[in-house]
Structures are given as C-alpha cells and as structure tokens.
C-alpha cells in the first residue's frame, strides 16, 4: 500500500482559477487530466515526485455527478469554498476492503483529451463523505503507460499531510497503523474544530517549502 495522490476541490470559480493559483505557489504547471464519465467530474494533474499526483478536480453539470459519491463528494467540498478533499491510497488487492466494507468496488475511468482511457476500481468514497478525514482506496486496470505514474517525476515533493481528525479512526479504517511517516510523508493530526478532514499540506517545491 502506497500514497497515490491528493484531491483539490474547485471553488465555486471552476477548475482553471483553482489550477492556476496552485501553479502560482508550487512553481509547477498542471496537465489536463480529462472527463471522469462515471463520477460526472474532471481534473487537472500535476505529478509529483515518488509516482505520486495532485489532482484538482470539478463537478460538471452532469447526471452522473449527483449518483455517484465521487462527484456529490466534489459538489460538496465546492459548495463550502473549494480546499483539500481526499488522500488516496493505492493498493494491489481490493477484496479485502469489498470484504470489510461489505460492498464491491466501483470501477472508474477518465477519457484523457487525446482520446486514451485510464481506468481503475476504487472503494471508499462513501467513508469520505461521512467522514472526511478518511482516504480512499485505488488499484490500477490500466498498463503503467497510461497511469499517471507515466507524466514522469515531478519537481515537487509530498512532504506533510495535516489532518483535523484522529489517528485511531484513521488507523482503523486502514487496517494497520500508520505511524508518524508513512511512504516517505509526515503525518500529523490535531482535534478539529469543525468538520474533520485534510487541515493543511506541505510540499518541497522549486522555491522551497510550501503550506496549502
């Protein structure tokens, strides 16, 4: 099990603002990521170091968007200002979160803007809406060309994940415990004020460390 990426929700402004003040403070540009045609959503990508990613992510105006616990997990963090909405966690089995979570995992696919599809199945995204602290979980369909692994290393490093939430809750829903770093990443919880979820992350970028 790995960190695979980190989700930014668009403000009410959409999807290009959001990318281009996030360019501003990491000195790196995004990708175009494309249309998630299941979820009713869309991304831009920037890649990271270790064959991590941001995504920044939007809802579309699209029948998908309201069924699926993806696109109502964007609509909501959108509806309160845009911010950090999920961390992900890439793994080579699914079936043992199908069997602890009593349900089957959903497949996903995103159409890049040049016509290829990657495709993967992920489980947890109604944990998310419940409780936003807790992550997801991914495993890849598609071959390692199309992953977002193959945009290369990045020239910005994940550094620190801060979430207002706790630790137990988090270990449990993992299954192990996950410890003061974890996959090269500092983790750090506080008790939160308000609705539990990702407080704040830190990156290595270009320019040095940066705070989001």
Same mark, same amino acid.
């Given at each position: 099990m790995n960190i695979a990426n980190l989700s930014f929700a668009a403000g009410p402004e959409g999807l290009l603002?959001?990318?281009?003040s996030l360019e501003e403070k990491l000195g790196a540009k995004f990708k175009d990521g494309g249309f998630h045609p299941r979820f009713g959503t869309r991304n831009h990508v920037l890649p990271l170091t270790h064959s991590q990613y941001l995504e920044v992510v939007e809802v579309l105006e699209h029948p998908a968007a309201d069924k699926a616990p993806f696109g109502q997990a964007v609509r909501a963090r959108t509806?309160? =200002?845009? =911010?950090?909405m999920a961390w992900v966690m890439e793994v080579d089995d699914l079936r043992p979160f199908e069997e602890r979570l009593g349900r089957e995992a959903v497949h996903g696919s995103r159409q890049f803007p040049d016509g290829r599809r990657l495709e993967w199945e992920q489980i947890g995204v109604r944990g998310l809406l419940n409780d936003p602290q807790l992550p997801y979980f991914i495993r890849w369909?598609?071959?390692p060309d199309v992953r977002p692994s193959a945009l290369g290393q990045g020239s910005v490093e994940l550094r620190k994940i801060e979430i207002a939430g706790s630790r137990h809750r988090v270990d449990a829903w993992l299954g192990f415990e996950l410890g003061d770093t974890f996959d090269g990443v500092e983790f750090e919880f506080t008790a939160p004020n308000g609705q539990p979820g990702i407080?704040?992350? #830190?990156?290595? #970028?270009?320019?040095?460390?940066?705070?989001?």
């Open positions: 603002p959001a990318v281009a509806a309160m =200002g845009g =911010g950090w369909i598609s071959e407080d704040a992350v #830190t990156f290595e #970028t270009p320019n040095g460390l940066v705070r989001l």
